[in-house]
């Protein structure tokens, strides 16, 4: 299965939730034999995603050698797909792939695809065609822009995961998200699913935060996961380039209970069970 993480909104948590999905499902999977594999796909040109699931700070250098992503998705790579895949620095178990991209090919992708929107939509979905089988789940990050990259990933994916805050302005991010979803579910891939709507760095000390809280669940229903609150372990553990459940290991924080379900849920709507 192929999960975009996506919201046309700067920094509710598409990154945050993307990589600590991809590693929680991961770990969830790992008791399996053979042992599943899960694979993270970075369509963001910043990388942080990329960066982060390698170990690595935004200025390390990556050493890429020879094709990264932004090759395959322009029809110029030498190699096949899995050439351009490493392990992931975490978690433990193992088993969480990543997608090799450099920032700048990524962004010349973008602007390349865009030209030519038609075709460069389905750039993603044919470069994972022959490797999707190999992967129990694939988990794509996205940027806050409905530009060509979030499109492919929109086009490539089963399922979308939106992440909001409990903000006026999360609730129009949201709003302006799920016209886009519906366009492509319309025009291009009917099967597209919205798995949930993720609140996510929620203050519910706020009586903003609660009001928006119950007019979502009123709206969308089911659809809206439970709230990851503000946790500076989220952040800290991903400035330590680790995800929060091999950040925190079997401690019983509140970061990991609340993650942990959002992942739980995804799992579940996505039959990964
Ligand atoms: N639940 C949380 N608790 C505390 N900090 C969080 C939480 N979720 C995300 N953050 C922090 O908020 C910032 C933005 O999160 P993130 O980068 O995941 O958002 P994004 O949607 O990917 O942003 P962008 O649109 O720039 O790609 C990061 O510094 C991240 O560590
Ligand atoms: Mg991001």
């Not at 979030?150 to 991010?173: Q, R, S, W, Y």
Request: charged share 20%.
């Amino acid at each position: 299965m192929i999960l975009a993480v996506s919201a046309l909104k700067g920094g509710p948590g598409k990154t945050t939730f993307a990589v600590n999905i991809a590693a929680g499902l991961a770990l969830r999977l790992a008791g399996r034999t053979p042992r599943p594999r899960v694979l993270l796909v970075d369509l963001d040109p910043q990388a942080h995603a990329a960066y982060w699931a390698l170990g690595k700070s935004r200025g390390d250098p990556l050493h890429i050698e020879g094709d990264d992503l932004s090759a395959h998705l322009l029809g110029a790579a030498q190699g096949s797909p899995l050439e351009v895949i490493r392990q992931a620095a975490f978690p433990p178990s193992a088993n969480l792939d990543v997608v090799l991209v450099r920032p700048q090919g990524m962004a010349q992708a973008e602007r390349v695809l865009t030209a030519d929107l038609a075709d460069g939509i389905y750039a993603l979905e044919e470069y994972l065609e022959p490797i999707r089988s190999a992967y129990a789940a694939v988990v794509v990050d996205t940027p806050p822009s409905a530009g060509a990259m979030t499109l492919n990933a929109l086009v490539a994916a089963e399922g979308v995961l939106i992440p909001m805050e409990l903000t006026k302005m999360g609730v129009d991010g949201l709003r302006e998200t799920l016209a886009v979803v519906d366009k492509i579910r319309k025009r291009h891939n009917p099967d597209l699913r919205i798995i949930g709507i993720a609140p996510n760095r929620c203050d519910f000390r706020r009586s903003e935060t609660n009001e928006i809280y119950r007019l979502m669940q009123q709206q969308y229903q089911d659809l809206v996961l439970l709230p990851v609150s503000e946790r500076a372990q989220i952040a800290y553990a991903s400035s330590l380039r680790q995800d929060i459940f091999t950040h925190l290991g079997r401690a019983q924080d509140q970061a990991v209970v609340e993650m942990g379900r959002v992942v739980a849920a995804v799992a579940r709507r996505m039959g990964l069970q």
